[in-house]
Structures are given as C-alpha cells and as structure tokens.
C-alpha cells in the first residue's frame, strides 16, 4: 500500500506533488500541484493549457475556494 504525508506549508520542496482535497456538494474532489517557485508559473494553469488544446473553442474555467483571491499576475479573469 502507498504511503503518502501529510501536507505543511513549508514542508515540501519546489518540485514535490501535492494533492488537495475538498468537499464539492456532498462529494469529496481532489486536484494535484506540483510546488513551485513563487516566481514561475503555477502547473495547474499548464495543465489546463494543455488540456484545452484537446478542446480549444471551450473556455478554462477557474473555481476559487472561500477566501481566495484572484492575482492580477495570472492573467484575467472575466
């Protein structure tokens, strides 16, 4: 069976996956992130750019949890 560690912040190394779950509705989700370097661009928007050329006339959409915030700096957001 896979062991897998608990995630604190400053814990795990650029370049370590991560794997965040949260209650969607009455469902349990989860996605996966690789750490970063504050200053690169995050792989989710990588991930999603390389889905979408499977689809390229839908849009990305961006789900923000409770109490975040969209930065600037990601690109826009309508």
Same mark, same amino acid.
Request: overall charge positive; hydrophobic content about 45%; glycine content about 12%.
């Given at each position: 069976m896979?062991?897998?560690r608990r995630y604190r912040k400053g814990e795990a190394?650029?370049?370590s996956i991560v794997i965040k779950f949260y209650h969607s509705g009455d469902q349990i989700r989860g996605? @996966? #992130?690789?750490v970063t370097d504050p200053?690169?661009?995050d792989?989710?928007?990588l991930m999603a750019e390389n889905k979408h050329r499977e689809a390229p006339d839908m849009?990305?959409?961006?789900e923000l949890a409770?109490? @975040? #915030?969209w930065n600037p700096a990601w690109g826009?957001?309508?």
């Open positions: 896979r062991t897998f190394g650029i370049g996605y @996966i #992130r690789k200053e690169q661009v792989d989710a928007f849009p990305i959409f961006v409770e109490g @975040i #915030r826009r957001l309508i």
